[in-house]
């Protein structure tokens, strides 16, 4: 059974940081692409980052200079760290991994207080 699961959400006041985790079960983790995505109420879901199983890294405009992503294949975790939150990184925050599947974590909360 595959599962992915994120932690690290909550409260923060803009300026502040964050850092997510996600842990994969079920998967040879290191074969697979993994992103962070975000849904905002009332927006459609955006890829916010992603890193290849190769490592290599890609931001959305709006965090480049203050959300890197990083991987740990021999846990099976990705992480995003968040830096200089905005209100509008407000969202719910989901992890991906991707090879010849998609498979979704259930969301873990971010709320950046102004």
């Known amino acids: 059974q595959v599962q992915l699961v994120e932690s690290g959400g909550g409260l923060v006041q803009a300026g502040g940081s964050l850092r997510l985790s996600c842990v994969a079960s079920?998967?040879?983790?290191?074969?697979?692409?993994v992103g962070w995505y975000r849904q905002a109420p009332g927006k459609q879901r955006e890829l916010v980052a992603q890193i290849s199983r190769g490592s290599a890294t890609y931001y959305v405009d709006s965090v480049k200079g203050r959300f890197t992503i990083s991987r740990d294949n021999a846990e099976s975790m990705v992480y995003l760290q968040m830096n200089s939150l905005k209100p509008e990184d407000t969202a719910v925050y989901y992890c991906?991994?991707?090879?010849?599947?998609?498979?979704w974590g259930q969301g873990t909360q971010v709320t950046v207080s102004s």
């Open positions: 991906k991994a991707n090879w010849y599947n998609d498979y």
């Open positions: 079920g998967i040879r983790f290191s074969m697979y692409n």
